[in-house]
């Protein structure tokens, strides 16, 4: 086996020890010397390893104490799928529109819980950040808006990934041609989600977020021609 291969074994049972051992986040790996008997390798490996799955957010190494079950939301993993994401779009920037799909299948999966769940003060969130969206920074109020909208979410691991995708997919697409923004539209498209939220009919608010999303598709294919096109 290849040290890389043997690399990846040894982090994978290192998982399946904290999963067997039933360690909740924040709890204390067993120490090193434990691990070094258990797993049967090297303290060298051992440490590379946990070094490997810190880089993950699965352990957290404080220098001092110990090693323990990591705690680091979703959120953690956005570096290195933005890296991932803007070598691939950089050769395509077709897969822009990838990201796109994945956050519209997790929301519209997720929008019918919401317009089941939404209360007075969500919507008075949702309010303010289309108000801000109108007269102030669109990009960071429209971040505002979808964090708001799946507040009351019982599914901490989706609303997590829709925060991953929102990032990445802003990152990467203002590194490429400007794209035309219609605010006004922009703005409306917002707040036809929230009107239909009003009405507390799931149907009306997953076909507002559906021309939400045509929306942005569009602004997607505006953003791959110009930077597909000749320079």
Same mark, same amino acid.
């Given at each position: ?126 309010? /303010?950040? %289309? $108000?801000?969206?109108?007269? *102030? #920074?669109? !990009?960071? +109020?429209? &971040? ?47 707040? /036809?989600? %929230? $009107?239909?939220?009003?009405? *507390? #009919?799931? !149907?009306? +608010?997953? &076909? ?24």
């Amino acid at each position: 086996m290849a040290d890389s291969g043997r690399r990846r074994h040894l982090e994978e049972r290192i998982v399946d020890l904290i999963l067997e051992q039933g360690l909740p986040a924040g709890s204390p790996l067993p120490a090193e010397p434990a691990l070094v008997d258990t797993l049967g390798v090297s303290r060298n490996s051992v440490r590379e390893a946990l070094r490997a799955l810190h880089t993950l957010g699965i352990v957290d190494i404080r220098h001092g104490y110990g090693t323990f079950v990591g705690t680091a939301p979703m959120t953690a993993v956005t570096p290195g799928l933005l890296f991932r994401t803007r070598l691939r779009v950089r050769d395509d920037p077709g897969a822009l529109a990838d990201l796109v799909e994945v956050r519209e299948l997790l929301e519209l999966g997720l929008i019918e819980q919401v317009a089941t769940r939404v209360d007075e003060a969500q919507l008075a969130s949702l309010d /303010r950040a %289309v $108000e801000e969206m109108d007269k *102030g #920074d669109l !990009a960071a +109020a429209d &971040q505002r808006f979808h964090e708001a909208l799946y507040a009351s979410v019982a599914n901490e691991l989706a609303t997590q990934l829709i925060s991953v995708f929102w990032d990445i997919y802003h990152q990467v697409a203002d590194e490429l041609e400007q794209t035309p923004v219609d605010r006004v539209r922009v703005v409306q498209g917002h707040r /036809r989600v %929230v $009107e239909a939220l009003r009405s *507390g #009919d799931p !149907a009306p +608010a997953r &076909q507002a977020l559906l021309n939400h999303f045509a929306d942005l598709r569009e602004r997607v294919r505006w953003l791959v021609a110009a930077t597909s096109g000749p320079r």
